[in-house]
């Protein structure tokens, strides 16, 4: 699986999983550091947390290797690197005052269009 597909993988988790405006910039033309970003917020720190909880589980049961996770015990933040994918689950407060998607502007965007109500599955192009 390329590194695309895992970024758009990791995002149905985490709709799965209700968390909220789930943005996807890619970053392999901008920086060396990772391919994409996977971004969302959270209404409370317990859903920080069983947002991360979730994803690792889930990300580990499709054989993706977690290099490492920051934030977790504070939970307004919480940063896990996939390598060519890193996730930032944020509390709505915290992710305004750090407004990635501002500091990537360049960053291309890969849209959600639209929520299927029969598998409630989030869609990308």
Known sequence: MDSKEKALKTAEFLHDKKAQDIKILELKEL??????FVI?????TTQVKALAEYLQETMQQEGYKLYGIEGF??????????????VHIFLEETRRYYDLERLWLDAPRIQIEKITSDKSRAVYR
């Open 31 to 36: 920086t060396i550091i990772t391919d994409y």
């Open 40 to 44: 969302c917020s959270a209404e409370s």
């Open 73 to 86: 015990s504070h939970a307004h933040w919480v940063l896990m690197d996939y390598g060519d994918v890193i």
